[in-house]
């Protein structure tokens, strides 16, 4: 596995590097050599932030934690990667898909107990949607009290998605075809 690591704010010592390449070099099993693992970390105020993604296969594996303490941060992270792994694999073996960036043993190792987490719909809701501004969205949501809101934008006349960030602000997300 190939490490980019990179520092906002904060200077990437070895000693960080050693810990982020021992933590998430545990899952050296599952990846091909190849495979790139791109680490971020930064400092913001009291908030030591990392975040990995792990692209494979046309999707990304990616996770973002935040602790007051980097060393705590990069155990959480490696947790939370080895969790959607699973449920990747899961995915994977569920629709004979190949893997890609994953080792045969990666599919080959039994699963712990406990890990069976397959995704389930439980509730399908249809709803009208009529054109709207992005702006006009965001007060929408704000009226239903959710932290999304799908919409037809009025000037591009395609399905967008607002929701609120975790700072407070809002994004917006457009589709784009390929």
């Known amino acids: 596995m190939k490490f980019i690591i990179s520092g906002k704010n904060i200077e990437v010592t ?50 973002e934690q935040v602790s007051s303490d980097m060393y705590v941060s990069i155990d959480l992270v490696e947790e939370v990667i080895e969790r959607q792994l699973r ?30 987490e397959e995704i389930r719909i439980v509730r399908t809701k249809r709803f009208g949607i009529k054109p709207m501004y992005p702006e006009d969205a965001c007060i929408q949501m704000d009226l239903l009290g959710h932290d999304f ?8 006349d395609e399905v967008n998605v607002v929701y609120r960030r975790k700072d407070g602000t809002f994004g917006l997300i457009e589709p784009e075809f390929q």
């Open 14 to 63: 070895p000693g960080l590097k050693d810990t982020i390449t021992h933590k998430l070099g545990k899952l050296e099993r599952y990846f091909t050599p190849d495979t790139e693992i791109i680490v971020t970390l930064s400092v913001e105020k009291e908030r030591q932030k990392i975040e990995v993604t792990i692209p494979v296969k046309g999707n990304i594996i990616r996770s």
């Open 149 to 156: 809101f799908v919409f037809c934008n009025a000037e591009t």
């Open 87 to 116: 449920k990747y694999k899961t995915k994977l073996i569920a629709r004979h898909q190949d893997g890609g960036n994953f080792r045969q043993e990666f599919f080959d190792e039994a699963d712990t107990p406990g890990s069976d």
